[in-house]
């Protein structure tokens, strides 16, 4: 339900600032750039919140914040766009970490791909039905008006939750002094930060990400450049996410039944395949519509596969750290993709997606050596 209430952000925020504000694409991908990265620092302290004080906890904070995705809509003032989106980021860090630590921590790992699909799928079915509905929306209501009923219904949302989310809080003691883990944050992390295996997590999510945050600002400007409709982004990201969906179940059953190593590389290639086609066909309608498909479905599919890879990386109190580290890579790639977009776009269409291939080819390096290692653990133990 959170991704389907703040879909309108997500699908037509680039297209708001370049044909109402009629600001260049770089302020575009400041903005969301300065909210992702943001949400990756406030995950770092997120993934302590949820040892300390609870999921619950961590949750709500999130969604209080991702309330603002709809009051963006509501003002053209720069300081206050930049305000509204410093809220976002500083929230979506404890909302992303909180959920998928629940996520890892509820379901068992002989199911946990199955679990993490259906748990991504709410996301893209959401953003899904959303984009769509935000599509027609478009068509007899302005940005405000969208803006407005975005923000009441994600502060309905966020009191269901108050009323109905369980608790859940793990133990945070030590299992040899069974003395609560009150240590700094640096010293929290530091220990993951010397390991092989969270470093290729790390630069997996790191090189796939930049190039994905490049295409989620420049793919809807390019449709709405190419096709002068403020509406058709929404509707690509409609069709591309219910695509995603399918391929999302397809990964999380593959994975429980023949583990994550064939899923993940096929689904790195097939990132890279769609980038291609992007950097060939970047002013074609249907070049971009085939292609970024294929990429949002591919790119869904490596995020289903995350929780488990970070569940046989990471020992159950280790876990929320885990989530915190790899959620602060997504979001430095983000920001980073997001900026490196903005620019490169406005010098060529097809620039991000040049700059895309040789990153998206370096990511499926880290998603072979990734497999490679926990082959060799698992070997090992």
């Known amino acids: 339900m959170n991704s389907f209430l703040s879909s309108p952000f997500s699908s037509l925020f680039p297209v ?12 575009t ?6 909210m992702l990265f943001l949400g990756g620092i406030f995950a770092i302290y997120a993934g302590r919140l949820c040892d ?17 995705a709809g009051l963006v809509f509501r003002t053209s003032d720069p300081y206050g766009l930049t305000l509204m ?17 629940m996520l ?6 002989a199911y946990l791909g199955m679990g993490s699909a259906l748990y991504f799928l709410s996301n893209t079915v959401g953003n899904a039905l ?28 966020t009191g269901i939750a108050i009323l109905f989310v369980p608790p859940m809080h793990l133990s945070t003691k030590d299992p040899i002094s069974n003395k609560v883990d009150d240590v700094s944050t640096w010293t929290a992390y530091k220990p993951l930060l010397k390991r092989k295996d969270v470093w290729l997590l790390l630069s997996l999510r790191l090189t796939i990400t930049t190039f994905w945050g490049m295409a989620t600002l420049a793919i809807p400007l390019l449709i709405y450049r190419v096709s002068n409709n403020e509406s058709l982004p929404a509707y690509f990201a409609a069709i591309s996410l219910i695509v995603a969906a399918i391929f999302q179940l397809g990964t999380g059953i593959i994975s429980d039944r023949a583990g994550h190593k064939l899923p993940l590389i096929i689904s790195a290639i097939g990132i890279f395949i769609s980038t291609l086609g992007l950097a060939l066909f970047p002013t074609s ?59 490169l776009i406005d010098i060529y269409a097809g620039l991000p997606f040049i700059g895309g291939c040789i990153l998206t080819a370096l990511g499926i390096i880290f998603s072979w050596r ?6 060799n653990t698992k070997s090992k133990s």
């Not at 976002?88 to 998928?100: D, E, K, L, V, Y």
Request: with cysteine; aromatic share 12%; charged share 10%.
């Open 285 to 343: 309608l249907l070049g971009i519509f085939i292609s970024g498909t294929f990429l949002t479905a591919t790119a869904w599919a490596v995020s289903t596969l995350v929780p488990k890879l970070i569940n046989e990386i990471a020992t159950p109190n280790e876990r929320n750290r885990v989530v915190g580290l790899g959620h602060l890579a997504w979001s430095i790639s983000m920001f980073s993709g997001n900026l490196i977009g903005g620019y």
């Open 29 to 34: 991908g400041y903005l969301k750039g300065l």
């Open 370 to 375: 990734l497999c490679k290692d926990l082959d």
């Open 130 to 157: 959303g984009s769509l509905f935000t599509g027609w929306l478009k068509t007899i209501w302005s940005f405000p008006e969208i803006g407005m009923a975005t923000f009441v219904g994600l502060l309905i949302l």
């Open 85 to 101: 989106l410093i809220l976002m980021g500083a929230s979506s860090g404890p909302w992303s970490t909180a959920g998928q630590s």
């Open 52 to 68: 300390k004080f609870g999921h619950k906890f961590t949750l709500i904070i999130g969604l209080i914040g991702s309330s603002f």
């Open 16 to 27: 708001y600032v370049e044909a109402d504000l009629a600001r260049p694409s770089w302020f």
């Open 104 to 109: 890892i921590h509820s379901v068992r790992p």
